[in-house]
C-alpha cells in the first residue's frame, strides 16, 4: 500500500476510536504515522511552558533530528484539539490556542520547526519567526500540501528550508485586515469613533512590539509577566477583569514612563470595561505571529486606499544637498538648536527612519570630538602635573550639548520635526515613530528613563511650507533644445 494511502488510512482509524483512545495508544498511533515518514526512532520529549496563557493540552512529542539546522518538534494532540487552519487564515491568525502553547513551549528546545497535528487537521511552523509554512485541513489534504517534505530524507536534504515563505505584503494585508475587523467590531458595539478604536489598535501594537523588545527595565517593573497576567485573564471564562488589568497597564506605561501613546483618553475606559469585546480581542492578538510586528510589516500595513497614500508608504528617502550640507556644518555650539523638518506629504513615512539616524550620526560625531578634546585636556594636565581639579571635569561635563547628553530623546523632542497633512499621516507617523524609538534604544543599549515625548515632533503641516515657495516662485530649470523635444 502507498504511503499517502496508508497514511490517510491511520488518520481515519485513530478519530474513529476518539472516545476509547488513551496517552499509550496516542503515542502508538503517532511512531507509526512517522514511521511511514520513515523516521524509524523519534525520541520522546515531555514540553511545559511556564509562562503559558492557555491550558496544557494533552500531546505525544517528539524530536526527529535531520541534521544540525533541521531539527523538527512533532506534536500530537487528541482529535479535535486544533481549530481548522483556513479558518484561521481567513481570520489574519497564525496560532490557535493549542498550536501557541506548543510552539511557545518547544522554543527552549532549540528546534527550528514544529509540527502540530491531531492526525486531521495538521500545522507546520518556523519556531522561530512563528510563521505558519504549512498546513493541510483533512488527511487527505495533509499529502497534497505537504507532500513529502516532512520524510526523513528529505528534511536531511534540507526540504523544511526550501520551503517557500510568504512575502511581506501578504503578511502586512493579513495584519491590515485584523485591524479593520477589531475597529469595526468596536466601534459598533461601544459607538465609540474611528479615531478611539484605531487608538487603541495602535496601543496594542505597541505592546506586543515592546514584549519582543523589553527596553523599559526598573527594579520591580516589567511589561511581560503583566502583560501575560492580562493575556491569561483575557483566556479565562468570559475574559471577567481583562479589561481593568489592560487600562491599569495602559495607565502605568503614562505614569511611570510617559509613553505619550498611552496617555489618558475620554472614549477608551468604555471601550476596555467591555471584557466581551477585550477578551476575544486579546485573544486573538496572542495568536498573532511575531512576523506581523515588525516595523517593516507594520508600515506596510498602511499600504491601501488612495494611490498618493500608498506611495508614501513606499517612497524611499531622495538626496536633498541643502539639509545634509546643513548637518554636516552643525557644531557643539550649535547643535542644541538644529532641527531639521521632513514633510510626510513630500518625502513619505521612510524619511522618518533615514533622517533621525542622520542626526543621531551628527550627535555621535559631536560626542566622539567631545571625547577626544576631554581625554587631550586629561593628558596635558598629567604632563604638567597638575593637580586634578574635579570640579572644573564636572563643569566641562554639564557643559556639554544636550544632544549628546540624551541623543535619542534630543533627537525628537528638538531636532526632528515631522509635518503631517491629514489625520492618517499623523496617526501612521505616530505609531511607527513609537516602533522605531524603541527599536534604537534596544541597539543602542541606552538606558530608558521616560520615553521621549514623540508628540513634539509632529506638527501639522503649514499651508506652504518652504519647498511649495521654492515650486512657486523660482524659475524652471532651463531646458535643452534636445529636452523640449
Known amino acids: 500500500m502507498e504511503p499517502a494511502i496508508e497514511l490517510k488510512k491511520l488518520c481515519e482509524t485513530w478519530w474513529d476510536r476518539l472516545m476509547d483512545s488513551t496517552k499509550g495508544e496516542q503515542h502508538r498511533f503517532a511512531e507509526h504515522f512517522l514511521r511511514l515518514l520513515g523516521w524509524e526512532a523519534p525520541a520522546r520529549i515531555e514540553v511545559v511552558d511556564a509562562n503559558a496563557v492557555s ?103 534540507g526540504a523544511l528550508e526550501e520551503i517557500r515563505r510568504q512575502p511581506r505584503s501578504y503578511i502586512a494585508r493579513q495584519l491590515r485586515e485584523w485591524c479593520h475587523r477589531w475597529c469595526e467590531t468596536m466601534m459598533v458595539e461601544t459607538r465609540q469613533p474611528e479615531e478611539t478604536a484605531s487608538l487603541l489598535i495602535d496601543r496594542l501594537l505597541v505592546l506586543r512590539y515592546l514584549m519582543e523588545h523589553e527596553i523599559l527595565k526598573r527594579p520591580g517593573w516589567r511589561l511581560r509577566p503583566r502583560f501575560l497576567a492580562v493575556l491569561r485573564a483575557a483566556g479565562g471564562a468570559n475574559g471577567h477583569g481583562c479589561g481593568k488589568l489592560l487600562l491599569k497597564l495602559f495607565q502605568d506605561l503614562w505614569r511611570d514612563w510617559k509613553v505619550e501613546l498611552f496617555a489618558p483618553r475620554p472614549g477608551l475606559d468604555e471601550v476596555l470595561d467591555k471584557d466581551s469585546l477585550t477578551g476575544p480581542l486579546l485573544r486573538e492578538l496572542n495568536l498573532l505571529a511575531r512576523t506581523k510586528f515588525t516595523i517593516a510589516t507594520v508600515l506596510e500595513s498602511f499600504n491601501y486606499g488612495e494611490a498618493t497614500e500608498k506611495a508614501r508608504v ?161 524659475p524652471p530649470p532651463e531646458r535643452s533644445e534636445w529636452e523640449a523635444i
Open 55 to 157: 491550558a496544557r493540552p494533552a500531546a505525544a512529542s517528539y524530536i526527529l533530528r535531520g541534521g544540525a539546522q533541521s531539527a523538527l518538534a512533532a506534536h500530537f494532540v487528541m482529535p479535535g484539539s486544533l481549530e481548522p487552519p483556513t479558518s484561521l487564515v481567513e481570520r489574519g491568525l497564525d496560532f490557535c490556542e493549542t498550536t501557541r502553547y506548543l510552539v511557545d513551549a518547544t522554543r527552549s528546545l532549540h528546534v527550528n520547526y514544529v509540527l502540530v497535528t491531531d492526525l486531521y487537521r495538521s500545522y507546520l511552523y518556523d519556531s522561530r519567526t512563528e510563521e505558519l509554512l504549512l498546513y493541510s485541513n483533512t488527511p487527505a489534504d495533509f499529502t497534497r500540501e505537504f507532500g513529502t517534505t516532512l520524510t526523513q530524507s528529505d528534511v536531511e536534504r
Open 314 to 474: 513606499r517612497m524611499i528617502p531622495e538626496d536633498n544637498p541643502e539639509r545634509e550640507e546643513y548637518l554636516q556644518k552643525i557644531t557643539a555650539a550649535g547643535v542644541d538648536e538644529a532641527r531639521i523638518v521632513v514633510d510626510l506629504e513630500d518625502e513619505g513615512y521612510r524619511a522618518i527612519f533615514h533622517w533621525f539616524d542622520q542626526l543621531i550620526a551628527v550627535y555621535d560625531r559631536l560626542e566622539a570630538a567631545a571625547d577626544l578634546e576631554t581625554a587631550r585636556r586629561d593628558v596635558l594636565r598629567l604632563q604638567a602635573q597638575d593637580d586634578l581639579d574635579l570640579f572644573a571635569w564636572s563643569e566641562l561635563d554639564a557643559n556639554r550639548p544636550q544632544a549628546i547628553s540624551d541623543k535619542v530623546r534630543h533627537a525628537i523632542e528638538h531636532g526632528l520635526g515631522l509635518y503631517y497633512g491629514t489625520r492618517r499621516q499623523y496617526r501612521t507617523s505616530r505609531l511607527i515613530l513609537h516602533l522605531y524609538l524603541i527599536d534604537r534604544y534596544e541597539q543602542s543599549r541606552y538606558h530608558v528613563v521616560a520615553f521621549p515625548r514623540v508628540e513634539a515632533a509632529l506638527t501639522p503641516r503649514p499651508r506652504m511650507t518652504e519647498a511649495d515657495r521654492k515650486r512657486l516662485f523660482e
